[in-house]
């Protein structure tokens, strides 16, 4: 129940093309999805983030979309760019226990220019 | 804002030895810091959860003898790998969050600790 199930493990995208990656989740006290972006050798960088009470948020080039019935939220990226080769992270976090997150399993994805 | 430092970058050392990972948040105050291991095209694992002047809480499966962390000052959390091994190489992440009750974690740039 406190998984958060990413896919898919590994994405390439054309330069202009919209990456989707997806995430799925059980528990339903999770209140809070998180996006990170984490470039090699570096920390995680929280990229965008959103509450069950709205269905898509967007920030710039990246948008996620939240199902709250299906348990499912995802992360567009419009206008993919070589310097989006990242992994991305979703992650969900509850609202009790101290606010701890689980993260997903995490995306590479790769851009080709 | 919100910047949290994480020093040593990387560190080697010698089977047995141990290691001192220092976690700091340069520009605001952070009740709660987590110490997380992340090892090479995976996911991220949490060790422990951090609070300012009370012991860590471990997560199932580590070793708080091992894993020494304290937490002394709002701005500051450290990591002791005790005894370390070459098992223990892996990357470590500090992430602190802002204020109690809220959601969002801002990580540091991580460790590289390799033992030999």
């Known amino acids: 129940q406190q998984q958060v199930k990413q896919s898919p493990q590994s994405l390439i995208v054309q330069k202009g093309g919209i990456s989707i990656i997806n995430c799925a989740y059980e528990?339903?006290?999770?209140?809070?999805f998180p996006w990170y972006q984490q470039f090699p050798g570096k920390g995680p960088a929280l990229l965008i983030a959103i509450r069950p009470d709205v269905s898509e948020k967007k920030e710039g080039r990246f948008t996620i979309s939240f199902n709250k019935s299906a348990k499912q939220f995802s992360l567009h990226i419009m206008d993919s760019q070589p310097g989006d080769s990242a992994t991305y992270f979703c992650?969900?976090?509850?609202?009790?226990?101290?606010?701890?997150?689980?993260f997903g399993a995490g995306t590479r994805l790769f851009v080709k220019a | 804002g919100a910047v949290v430092s994480q020093h040593p970058s990387w560190v080697i050392c010698k089977s047995g030895t141990s290691v001192k990972i220092e976690c700091r948040s340069l520009?605001?105050?952070?009740?709660?810091m987590f110490w997380y291991r992340q090892f090479p095209k995976q996911s991220l694992m949490l060790m422990a959860t951090s609070n300012e002047g009370s012991k860590a809480t471990y997560e199932q499966g580590v070793e708080k003898d091992k894993f020494l962390i304290n937490h002394a000052s709002l701005t500051l959390s450290t990591l002791t790998v005790t005894s370390a091994h070459p098992e223990d190489s892996s990357f470590y992440i500090c992430?602190?969050?802002?204020?109690?009750?809220?959601?969002?974690?801002?990580f540091g740039p991580g460790t590289r600790l390799t033992v030999t």
């Open positions: 992430s602190a969050q802002r204020g109690q009750g809220t959601y969002e974690q801002y």
């Open positions: 528990n339903t006290a999770f209140d809070y």
């Open positions: 992650a969900a976090s509850p609202d009790t226990g101290g606010f701890k997150t689980i």
């Open positions: 520009d605001f105050q952070a009740t709660t």
